[in-house]
């Protein structure tokens, strides 16, 4: 039996949206109050969807233990507390949410192959929502 | 097409455990769920079916029968039971998450008027959940 199982962790950092390929101008009109030079921060949800067969014997797609310690020194230890624009993958790429969706989920597709990777989806805010299934369908 | 989720919450205590494994191997890979006194969760089950609007009623299913179909398979089975001793299909099988959804899903195909079962999702906490679509 093939199921789908997700799991949501939360990390807090700031960012900000700015482009050195707009004017300053440019920026502000499309980033708006999120091209403040200081920056502002969220509390991500983070969830990620994993999927795979029922294991006969555990009961388990995958054990659980695995995904947090993996999510915990993969993805949370490098983003949380963190200023996203100080990290080397955003040095000439803006932090938004959908960059950071794609970021975490090449981590966990690298690195847990436990289980297939369905879907990363990143809560900003209440409000708005990010998913990135790679190639696959969401 | 349409989609329709009902939810409904059910409290109910498990433990994981493997007859076929060491006690030594139950601990490692089960952990704190393998305390055979059990632990318990509030459950919250989503039930989505989907069907084409019926033109005379403009239901996708008649709620009272899903309502029915889930207190009678659902609830009565598994509401502030103990499941892996009060439900049949645990006796045999681990009652993780993602065992409690194939068997939900089980217990509701084929028993719908109108609507396909689409997607049975339990939430064993706000953080974790599975989704069973009914693939082999």
Redesign the interface.
Known sequence: ?????????LFSASHRLHSDALSAEENQLTYGKCNNPYGHGHNYILQV?VSGQ?DH?????C???DLDGFVETGVLARYDHQNLNTLEEFAHEVPTTENLCIHIFEIVQRGFPQAHLERVCLEETMMNSFEYAGEGRI | MLYLTRKVEFAASHY?H?P??TLEENRR???KCNNPNGHGHNYLLEVTVKGEVDSRTGFVVDLKQLKEVMNREVLEAMDHRFLNKEVPEFAK???????I??VIWERLAGKLERAKLHRIRVYET????????G??
Not at chain 1, 57 to 61: A, C, L, N
Not at chain 2, 93 to 99: C, D, G, K, L, R
Not at chain 2, 126 to 133: A, K
């Open positions: 039996m093939k199921a789908h199982l997700s799991r949501r962790y969807t029922v014997e555990t009961g388990m797609i054990n659980l233990v | 994981y493997n076929d494994f890979i089960f952990g099988q681990i009652p993780t998450t993602e065992n959804a194939v706000p953080d974790l959940f599975v989704d069973f679509y693939e082999v």
